[in-house]
């Protein structure tokens, strides 16, 4: 995502919100998701990270982003359940999502 996010951005941060907003933080939140995969942290942490990117999937732009919402859809087997439930994991997936976009759009 972050080699995409730099090609498309031309390697450029803060040039346009718009990109910064799906396709940086995107890379960002697939980071740290990757990180809680590989330290075993808390899947709360992760589920949010994956909100973010279903956020800027679905949300940021007003029609859906195939690419970043295949990097979310791929992200969620690898990802720790909370509680062992995946029923768990979307719905703290789905609010990390709807609490971004509330965040965003009091700003």
Do not use: C, H, N
């Not at 956020?55 to 990097?71: D, H, I, N, T, Y």
């Not at 709807?98 to 965040?103: A, C, I, P, R």
Request: without cysteine; hydrophobic residues 65%; proline residues 4%.
């Amino acid at each position: 995502m972050a080699l995409l996010a730099f090609f498309l951005t031309g390697g450029r941060f803060g040039a346009d919100a718009t990109a910064d907003l799906v396709l940086w933080g995107s890379a960002a939140a697939a980071a740290v998701a990757a990180m809680v995969v590989a330290i075993g942290g808390s899947p709360y942490i992760g589920w949010t990270a994956i909100g973010y990117i279903l956020f800027a999937g679905l949300l940021a732009l007003g029609r859906p982003q195939l690419v970043v919402l295949s990097l979310a859809v791929a992200l969620m087997p690898v990802m720790q359940r909370p509680r062992g439930s995946l029923l768990l994991g979307l719905a703290v997936a789905a609010l990390g999502a709807l609490l971004v976009d509330s965040v965003l759009a009091a700003i």
